[in-house]
């Protein structure tokens, strides 16, 4: 099993900048079978949503929305990743969740972290 937990959520003025972090806890052998490493948002009355993934070997996925503005990246010997976001805009509020899979199609979850946009 993974423990996932996320930190750097707040709230920022649009066209600011926060950085999220999720790190990754447990035992060895689960951690280092992770193989994806993702962030999703979910706002209120919406879908949850992909917002940016990183595989094992460095591929990066973004959602349109955010595609120039954020940017996903990993510690590899911290077992954390994050999600840098810049220019941010008041559609960006949301709650923040990270989420891993591992081999065998496990998957983890974390509790969240909120983001709030002013305009």
């Known amino acids: 099993q993974v423990q996932l937990v996320e930190s750097g959520g707040g709230l920022v003025q649009a066209g600011g900048s926060l950085r999220l972090s999720c790190a990754a806890s447990?035992?060895?052998?689960?951690?280092?079978?992770?193989?994806?490493m993702a962030w999703y948002r979910q706002a209120p009355g919406k879908q949850r949503e992909l917002v940016a993934q990183i595989t094992r070997a460095g591929t990066t996925t973004y959602v349109d929305s955010v595609k120039g503005r954020f940017t996903i990246s990993r510690d590899k010997a911290e077992n954390t990743f994050y999600l840098q976001m810049n220019s941010l805009k008041p559609e960006d509020t949301a709650v923040y969740y990270c989420?891993?899979?591992?081999?065998?199609?496990?998957?983890?979850w974390g509790r969240g972290t909120q983001v709030t946009v002013s305009s």
């Open positions: 447990g035992s060895s052998g689960s951690v280092s079978s992770i193989n994806i």
């Open positions: 989420r891993v899979v591992r081999g065998l199609g496990y998957q983890n």
